[in-house]
């Protein structure tokens, strides 16, 4: 895993502890929503709908990943790619980190 641009040792193994080593996951979805990275439609009856992350359980881990996805959107060309192809769509540089951190979980489950 330490092959991925942007994932360390630490990192690394941060995610084998905390997803018992990708035993518990079944698809790369699945993980992403487990560390609240995947993105989420957010409405309620006539109010605006607006997208972001869920907001669900280990916060610490999504925290690794967000400061890992600083040094990807550097040296990780799919996830630099990524980032800058949702900036021109005028989104928001928040939002395409946390895009990039689904993307570095992906590659860390494949």
């Known amino acids: 895993m330490t092959s991925i641009s942007a994932i360390g ?4 193994l941060l995610l084998l ?3 018992n080593n990708f035993k518990n996951f079944k698809t790369a979805k699945s993980i992403s929503k487990y ?6 439609m957010y409405h309620s009856g006539n109010k605006k ?3 972001g992350k ?4 280990k916060g610490f881990v999504r925290s690794i990943l967000y400061v890992c996805s ?3 959107i550097r040296f990780n060309a799919q ?5 800058e192809r949702i900036l021109e769509k005028g989104k928001c540089k928040k ?3 946390i895009a990039v951190c689904n993307k570095l979980l992906r590659q860390a489950f494949g």
Request: glycine share 4%; with cysteine; net charge positive.
């Open 95 to 97: 939002i395409a980190l």
């Open 70 to 72: 600083w040094s990807a």
């Open 17 to 19: 502890v905390a997803t």
């Open 49 to 51: 709908i607006t997208i």
């Open 35 to 40: 560390f609240g990275v995947a993105p989420r």
């Open 54 to 57: 869920c907001r669900t359980s």
């Open 9 to 12: 040792d630490k990192t690394a």
């Open 79 to 83: 996830c630099k790619a990524l980032f």
